[in-house]
């Protein structure tokens, strides 16, 4: 089972370029989201899903687009991008419903020079 | 989404109990609490969840007080693969499962 997959693993990226980190899932899950983490911090969330076709914003939104075109997939854009922007990234889904389990994605690095 | 509190670290013995306290003293009658791990630099891993009473799993026991303003988490039999940072969420019923906040857990090291 592949659950969640995120690609690439590590990527650099020169200030002002433009990139798409992806992220899909083959378990049907409605709800999927996107966190960034910094050294020795916690899991901010940039933006979520609630299904297809419907987004929102999380804590730290800012430089980041995403779109759910299909229940599979929510890539994440960053449109130019910023060394504030070095961090790890982590796509995670889950089922709608009582049990609570978001399933990662094995996490994107990366470095924005 | 009531906002919790955990200490940065501990460390706990090999083979002996770990409890990894959370306060949330500002819960609602509404919300969850949830355990996550994370080791390394890992995707976090769901552990256990509960509302009021205590809950038991394969991978831990989760003790909520009885006014639902603190709670532990017990590992029983700490191993070495336990070495991770544990994130203590609480999550209104009603809200996104997606819209989880962590702070920064709490770093518990197992050793030998």
């Known amino acids: 089972n592949a659950g969640v997959t995120q690609t690439p693993k590590f990527q650099v990226l020169k200030t002002g370029q433009s990139m798409t980190l992806q992220c899909a899932q083959d378990?049907?899950?409605?709800?999927m989201s996107w966190y960034r983490q910094d050294p020795g911090m916690g899991l901010r969330l940039i933006h979520y899903s609630v299904g297809a076709g419907i987004t929102d914003q999380g804590e730290v939104p800012n430089g980041y687009n995403v779109s759910r075109s299909t229940t599979e997939d929510f890539p994440l854009r960053l449109l130019s991008a910023a060394p504030s922007q070095t961090s790890v990234y982590f796509c995670a889904s889950s089922f709608e419903g009582t049990t609570g389990e978001l399933f990662f994605g094995e996490g994107s690095r990366l470095t924005v020079l | 989404d009531a906002k919790t509190t955990q200490p940065p670290s501990m460390d706990c013995a090999e083979g002996r109990a770990a409890n990894l306290p959370c306060n949330h003293s500002t819960i609602s009658g509404n919300e969850y609490v949830y355990w996550y791990r994370q080791i390394h630099s890992q995707g976090p891993q769901y552990i256990i969840h509960g509302l009021k009473n205590n809950e038991t799993n394969e991978m831990a026991s989760l003790i909520i007080t009885e006014d639902r303003k603190s709670s532990t988490l017990i590992l029983p039999h700490a191993t070495l693969r336990d070495t991770a940072v544990y994130y203590c969420i609480v999550r209104f019923r009603g809200s996104t499962l997606g819209r989880l906040y962590f702070g920064r857990g709490t770093q518990l090291t197992v050793w030998p």
């Open positions: 378990m049907n899950h409605e709800y």
